[in-house]
C-alpha cells in the first residue's frame, strides 16, 4: 500500500543541522495521502508529534522545534523531509514518519516507517 523509507539520521554536535527524509512508495491503489508526520521518541520519553503537513500543504510544528524544525513535500509528494536547526542535546531520540492515507472502497491505512536515530552531542 504505502511504504515508507527514512533516513538522514546521525550524529551531530549541539548547534548543528540535519536534514531527514522520508521517501514515499505507494504500492496499491492509494487515492490520496491526507496527512504525513514526523514523531519522535525520545530516551525516558513518550512517542511525540514534531511536525506535520496534510492534503492542503498545511503544516504544523510542536512548539519545542518551532523556528528549528521545518516540514516540506516534494512536489509529486513522493518524499517528505525534516530540516533541523540549531540541534539541542534533548532533540535526541528516534524520528519515524507517519503516513494517512486512503485507498478504494474507503480503506484508510496508517502507516509508518522503521524510524531513523538522531543523537545531538553536547
Known amino acids: 500500500q504505502v511504504q515508507l523509507v527514512e533516513s538522514g539520521g546521525g550524529l551531530v554536535q549541539a548547534g548543528g543541522s540535519l536534514k531527514l527524509s522520508c521517501l514515499v512508495s505507494t504500492h496499491g491503489n492509494i487515492l490520496s495521502i491526507d496527512y504525513m508526520g514526523w514523531y519522535r521518541q525520545s530516551p525516558g520519553e513518550q512517542r511525540e508529534l514534531v511536525a506535520s503537513?496534510?492534503?492542503?500543504?498545511?503544516?504544523f510544528t510542536a512548539d519545542s522545534v518551532k523556528g528549528r524544525f521545518t516540514i516540506s513535500q516534494d512536489s509529486p509528494k513522493n518524499s517528505i523531509y525534516l530540516q533541523m536547526n540549531n540541534l539541542k542535546p534533548e532533540d535526541t531520540g528516534v524520528y519515524y514518519c507517519n503516513a494517512q492515507s486512503r485507498g478504494l472502497r474507503g480503506a484508510r491505512y496508517d502507516t509508518w516507517g522503521q524510524g531513523t536515530q538522531v543523537t545531538v552531542a553536547s
Open positions: 503537513i496534510n492534503g492542503r500543504k498545511e503544516t
